[in-house]
């Protein structure tokens, strides 16, 4: 005579076989479970987004040539077109290329160095910071994202505030594209990285790459 609470028997065991189970997981995590635990551990693997800020002592990550450079903004205010900026930007970059050789710097549209032409009223800055911000004709800023410590990435730009003519943008940009290569100021007469070059009383003339300008991106990057 078959047993007609057989199967009922049979479900049974098997729940407590799934709870058996079940608790001895709790107990003793499987592998995988450890694996997963220590992933979730290990910090995220994101560089940290960078503050822009102005570098006049020259690129913190320097030596990073060929500098693709591109144009991404100029403000009406300054009545020139992009054909125009761009011509100013190529001949700032052969100041340095004459001096030192070809490879320096290229005009790319995907370019890593974005330039923004950003139109300010000269006499808002000399309320804002009469002994300073007034006088800037442009600056070179960068952020470097680090991860684990290490530098990543750098978020490079330039920025153009004023200029008095196209070869006064020249000797400006040229100045800038020289921070960008990771040179500080240079306290040559005449030198292009001169601190005069961004201000509103920088020289007139045509900007020159010095010797000792050469020098200092040799020293700086042996590679060039």
């Not at 479970?33 to 220590?38: N, Q």
């Not at 100029?74 to 290329?97: G, I, N, P, T």
């Not at 292009?192 to 010095?210: H, K, L, N, Y």
């Amino acid at each position: 005579m078959k047993n007609r609470f057989a199967p009922f028997m049979a479900i049974l065991s098997v729940l407590a076989l799934f709870v058996w189970v079940s608790s001895s997981a709790r107990r003793d995590p499987s592998a995988t479970e450890l694996e997963e635990s220590g992933a979730g551990s290990v910090p995220a693997l994101s560089p940290e987004v960078p503050v822009l800020r102005e570098q006049t002592e020259g690129s913190a990550v320097p030596c990073a040539v060929p500098l693709g450079w591109r144009i991404v903004r100029v403000d009406e205010s300054f009545e020139m077109s992009r054909a125009e900026a761009r011509a100013a930007l190529d001949k700032a970059a052969s100041l340095w290329e004459d001096a030192v050789g070809p490879g320096l710097f290229s005009n790319e549209s995907d370019g890593v160095l974005p330039v923004r032409f950003i139109y300010e009223d000269r006499q808002e800055n000399l309320r804002a910071n009469p002994r300073r911000v007034g006088r800037m004709a442009g600056v070179y800023r960068e952020g470097v994202h680090m991860l684990e410590g290490k530098t990543a990435s750098v978020t490079r730009e330039i920025r153009i505030y004023r200029f008095d003519s196209l070869d006064d943008l020249v000797r400006v940009a040229a100045h800038e594209l020289g921070h960008a290569l990771g040179l500080g100021h240079s306290t040559v007469p005449g030198s292009v990285m001169g601190e005069e070059f961004v201000r509103t009383d920088r020289p007139q003339g045509a900007p020159r790459v010095q010797p000792t300008d050469v020098e200092s991106l040799r020293s700086l990057c042996p590679e060039l």
